[in-house]
């Protein structure tokens, strides 16, 4: 018993894992010159995605791809992306550790 839920674990990190460097490689094409290669914006008017919490990011992506949220370019953007991609994409910049310092 003890062995099979070890196994369920590891079964459930490696997809987690899978899910993050999928995301990772998805973002670095169709993401990245926006809301930059760690989810720091590097477009003035893209907000950070870095650190987001995944339930947020892939939830504002369904808004996006089902029109209930509207923007010129998201909307577009997210209109093709499958539930999967959208859990990936949402894996990978919830993986991103930031660090906040008050000014
Ligand atoms: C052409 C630039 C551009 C690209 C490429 C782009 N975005 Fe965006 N994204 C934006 C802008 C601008 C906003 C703010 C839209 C708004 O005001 O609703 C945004 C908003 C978002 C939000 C909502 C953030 C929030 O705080 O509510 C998410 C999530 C997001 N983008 C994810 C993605 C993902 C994932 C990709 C790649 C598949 C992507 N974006 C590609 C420009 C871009």
């Not at 995944?54 to 791809?65: D, F, G, H, P, T």
């Not at 910049?93 to 930031?98: F, G, L, P």
Request: aromatic residues 10%; glycine residues 6%.
């Amino acid at each position: 018993m003890k062995k099979f839920v070890f196994f369920m674990v590891l079964c459930a990190f490696n997809s987690f894992a899978d899910d993050v460097a999928d995301g990772r490689a998805k973002a670095d094409t169709a993401c990245a010159l926006c809301h930059g290669p760690q989810g720091v914006a590097t477009m003035p008017g893209a907000p950070n995605l870095a650190g987001q919490q995944a339930i947020y990011l892939s939830e504002q992506l369904k808004n996006y791809r089902s029109g209930k949220r509207q923007h010129e370019k998201m909307s577009y953007i997210a209109k093709p992306l499958t539930d999967a991609e959208i859990e990936q994409l949402a894996a990978w910049y919830s993986a991103i550790k930031v660090t906040v310092e008050a000014p």
